[in-house]
């Protein structure tokens, strides 16, 4: 196929009358297919129906009443119960004294922890750094609680470090920042070392900044050259700075997405302050279903196993979208995408102006994507031209024919743009 | 046992060396005591451990497949599946399309709620009415988002409803109003149909004030004449005021307390509302928690089967203590308590002046009671004579040296206090 740089105003409106016509072909077949949801499929959550069978009501019930004080069924215990740190823990690579776990959701603990630290802001207009693109829920948030955003450019290793230091140690008001260290949502980008390790070194303008370090894909890797992240505690704590972070996880995409369990780990004087907040609004998190992951993974290696075996689901699905995206716009030098080694999924990054126009000839064409903008604090992609693509979910059937139908849009799109320059 | 008004000072005096050589020989026992905790007792919740047997790897998937449009282990349905909802209304008294069931803590819900509220209104100084005594935690909700608590009395049809109408009715800044309808926590009071009716027709200054009831034990009877509630939201809609109420209910004291399911009930326009807010914070509950007690109780009936046989276990811990508190101190004249048909608590109220004193003297004999000024905001209870008893969790022997170290402690406290005046 020829870089459509190459073409002349002729080859742009032959290139996508063709296009068109590949496209009314594929609305011909009313199709509904969907490429929008991060969410693991069917045949990944019955991996985990084992989390059903490890209690039940003839289980010892020292399982549940003695190798802990207490009574795992009764109220109690706000911050989760040991082993259930202990295995988060090492998930979260921090020490397990620096763990709660919560209910059974992540974003929820989030949400929680920025209401809660923003009560005691007192600055006006307190903002967050949001690196794009991001994970829309974390901006729904931040935008939900009043919080102004500023958007920082994710490159290869992580957002733009010079920016986010220049803002987080200049301007009292900058009081957090997003992150998805490792095969962010949707970049797939990981932190690199050095990224990590300028984060753990912020100086803040204000003492109560945060850094929310959203680890949601730690061990969600399906290629065999996994990425690695390092230790955001143990470089905070090395670097003298041990109240900086937040860090967040959930077995969500682990076991059942939402039947899984949270955690939020942090230093003990934040950690204090979370349970003493915590003791207002709850008696305690469900901790049977603490105790069912437990006794299903047993430990880390037990959940390292576990996501081989949903990898071996995953690999294929991105394989088969990324053979189609080269296929059908390898040569044309007019677009990019991820190819990340885990996470659920990939960024497509097309010429200026053609997002919004490629989602809505995908819709038009029986195929759903994540909203335009959507990447972006406020919705607003500026320059409109990143497309996040989960193929996590549907069948491999389903993601040959959604991907085409993207990739045929995109090409309209895109001759559109040129025409129009 | 003489009316203590009748003995002059040295009969007091008497009276009172008495109770402490009686207190003395308690002391002597070292004895580690706990009335409380208004949780369920460890055979309470054996009552519950079929609900780990009705879901297993084996189990038909269509029961978390098939009858409903979503898989119920995966993200989704934000106000929890249909025939959770259907249970939860059943026990709540109100119409399944006007329920959310969310996750396992119904304080987490209504500290959300009051929370979003607070969001959204525009005086500097919001009220909450607080019917006294009343729950802790309630109070705690209020105390902690800084929303100020003004007391009104609860007599034995509920709260003084002349006062909430006056003040409800006259003060825009009066947000809202806490209420436990039925075996109130801890005055173990049912509001008659009366105050329900009135609580339906309030015309509040505030258009958004609300009622917080929080019907925590609705199927918590263990009399054979158990008390009835009329149906607030039903009253409600009688009364054109669909908008004025927040209904919560959990399992947490029907199946495991940590381990439960929780909901809200209201009109359709707040539903909307709070289904809005709660988009920004979590990605679904627990839904195969909110099966497993569909799968377990089925029903209303089987509810209230279920809280037959607990009711048999709490039965007669409130009938040795009640036994005990006649037996002690029935003819002194000088104390009352509740004889509640339901719920978790003994409702005692001494001479003034003496609650905090009954209590310290208690925790040096061993004997751990609720804090004094615990139920009442600002922990003040006014008339110092409040004590809240919690029976169902110590077993029967426990509780028979506990309740008689109360009312030992307490004759020393009366006759302290007699003494002084």
Redesign the interface.
């Known amino acids: 196929m020829p870089s459509l740089a190459t073409l002349d105003k002729d080859g742009l409106e032959a290139f996508k009358e063709g296009a068109e016509r590949e496209l009314a072909d594929f609305k011909a077949q009313s199709l509904s297919l969907n490429m929008s949801r991060g969410?693991?499929s069917?045949d990944q959550?019955d991996l985990?129906?084992?989390l059903?069978?490890v209690?039940?009501?003839q289980?010892d019930p020292g399982l549940y009443?003695a190798h802990t004080t207490s009574?795992?069924?009764?109220?109690?215990?706000l911050g989760g119960i040991p082993q259930a740190r202990a295995l988060m823990a090492a998930l979260m690579d921090v020490d397990p004294d620096h763990v709660m776990v919560l209910?059974?959701?992540s974003?929820?603990i989030?949400?929680?922890t920025v209401?809660r630290e923003l009560r005691a802001w007192s600055c006006a207009a307190p903002k967050f750094i949001c690196p794009v693109p991001g994970y829309d829920?974390h901006f729904?948030?931040t935008e939900?609680l009043g919080i102004e955003m500023v958007n920082v450019e994710i490159g290869p290793d992580g957002p733009d470090m010079d920016v986010v230091e220049q803002l987080v140690q200049n301007d009292p008001d900058v009081k957090g920042i997003w992150c998805v260290p490792k095969y962010g949502n949707p970049s797939g980008i990981t932190y690199s070392d050095d990224t990590v390790r300028r984060f753990a070194r912020l100086r803040p303008a204000a003492p109560d900044f945060r850094i929310y370090w959203d680890n949601a894909y730690a061990v969600h890797d399906f290629s065999d050259t996994p990425d690695q992240l390092l230790s955001l505690e143990a470089e905070c704590l090395k670097a003298d700075n041990p109240d900086i972070y937040f860090i967040f996880a959930s077995t969500?995409k682990i076991s059942?997405?939402?039947?899984g369990i949270a955690a939020i780990a942090s230093s003990p004087a934040n950690l204090a302050k979370i349970e003493s907040?915590l003791?207002?609004?709850?008696?305690?998190?469900?901790?049977?279903?603490q105790l069912r992951h437990v006794l299903f993974f047993k430990d880390l290696a037990g959940i390292k196993a576990h996501m081989a075996k949903q990898a071996e689901l995953i690999r294929p699905k991105f394989a088969s979208v990324l053979a189609t995206l080269e296929s059908e716009l390898g040569g044309l030098e007019a677009a990019e995408w991820s190819h990340p080694n885990g996470g659920y999924f990939i960024c497509f990054k097309g010429l200026s102006g053609t997002a919004a126009r490629t989602i809505a000839l995908c819709a038009e064409s029986g195929v759903t994507l994540t909203g335009a903008g959507a990447p972006f604090p406020y919705h607003k992609d500026p320059e409109d031209r990143v497309i996040r693509i989960a193929p996590t979910y549907p069948g491999l059937v389903e993601l040959k024919t959604a991907s085409e139908i993207l990739c045929t849009a995109y090409k309209i799109a895109a001759a559109e743009r040129l025409l129009a320059l």
Chains 1, 2 share one sequence.
């Open positions: 969410k693991p069917p959550l985990s129906l084992g059903l069978d209690l039940d009501s289980s009443l009574d795992l069924r009764n109220y109690g215990m209910g059974n959701s974003l929820n989030m949400y929680d209401a829920r729904g948030v939900h969500s059942f997405a939402s039947g907040d003791s207002f609004h709850n008696i305690g998190p469900d901790k049977l279903n």
